[in-house]
């Protein structure tokens, strides 16, 4: 649709997307509304009462009874003892660290390796390109034991490095880009390398600007991933000084048992920074997810 269309239809009063005369209450509409209103629910329910019980004092949290209206009210007292018992900023700081090193290396190693199987062909690509899939069927359990072997022969374990290396490369990733990339004209590249541009320059000139959505897309969800990463970081650290925030939180224990409270508050400390960043770049997600063609074109 041109601006001029565009400015047409908005002036006439219905909304881009939606074709005029459509009937913005349709049954099939209702019934979309439906449905995401009860997925979304399911997802609300259990987040709003891990707050609720990460605000209630630790004899109401293990009551039995499920209660909403606690008889001692509501308090931080679960809050303020995890963040004594534990070093949670240097911890929120080597989480963020790892994770911004993390997301820049693996969106440049997924984009140059995408546009490579996208634009360049060379020998080997089709066994290559298979070696990609197999790398994401492979479960990554599987893997820990090498990875730590290796990082152990190059004196990486308990650095950041050896926290970082073994993540930065995302197969799936890899595929997304290259799908992307397929969609990308490409008599543009042409009509610039016939002005004398290698393909380095047609890439960092042409490619990547048409391609922020899609790169700022697969930056979030690698930052997520390496946020909330347990395994890897529980394996090849063990000097606290290093720990990332989710192993990190696992060290604070109570010598009383199990602390519902506590580990709630935990919980919410870890999710809250993935938080704040999905409400910054929720429309960069959503539209990085549409124009891959995964999200239903």
Request: proline share 6%; charged share 10%; no cysteine.
């Amino acid at each position: 649709m041109t601006s001029y269309a565009l400015s047409r239809g908005i002036k006439q009063g219905h909304k881009p997307g939606r074709k005029p005369g459509e009937n913005p209450w349709s049954i099939s509409r209702m019934v979309a509304l439906l449905v995401l209103a009860f997925l979304a629910a399911t997802w609300l329910v259990p987040f709003a009462w891990s707050v609720l019980t990460s605000l209630k004092s630790e004899a109401d949290a293990g009551a039995s009874s499920l209660s909403v209206n606690p008889p001692d009210g509501l308090g931080f007292d679960a809050y303020r003892k995890v963040l004594a018992a534990g070093d949670i900023p240097a911890w929120a700081w080597n989480s963020l660290l790892t994770s911004v090193a993390i997301t820049l290396l693996t969106v440049a190693t997924s984009a140059l390796a995408g546009y490579a199987f996208s634009r360049i062909s060379f020998r080997g690509r089709r066994w290559l390109y298979v070696a990609i899939i197999a790398a994401i069927i492979i479960p990554p359990q599987l893997l820990i034991v090498p990875l730590f072997r290796q990082m152990l022969s190059f004196n990486l374990v308990d650095t950041y490095w050896g926290i970082i290396l073994p993540q930065a490369f995302a197969p799936a990733m890899v595929l997304i880009l290259k799908r992307f990339f397929d969609q990308i004209p490409v008599e543009l590249e042409d009509a610039a390398r016939v002005d004398g541009a290698n393909r380095l320059r047609v890439f960092w000139s042409i490619v990547l600007p048409l391609s922020r959505p899609i790169l700022a897309a697969v930056a979030i969800f690698v930052f997520i991933g390496a946020w909330n990463n347990f395994l890897w970081p529980f394996i090849v650290t063990t000097d606290a000084d290093l720990m990332t925030l989710p192993v990190g939180l696992q060290t604070v224990k109570s010598a009383y048992g199990l602390q519902y409270a506590q580990n709630m508050a935990s919980a919410i400390l870890a999710a809250l920074p993935l938080v704040v960043v999905f409400l910054f770049f929720q429309r960069q997600i959503i539209k990085g997810i549409a124009t891959t063609g995964f999200g239903g074109q």
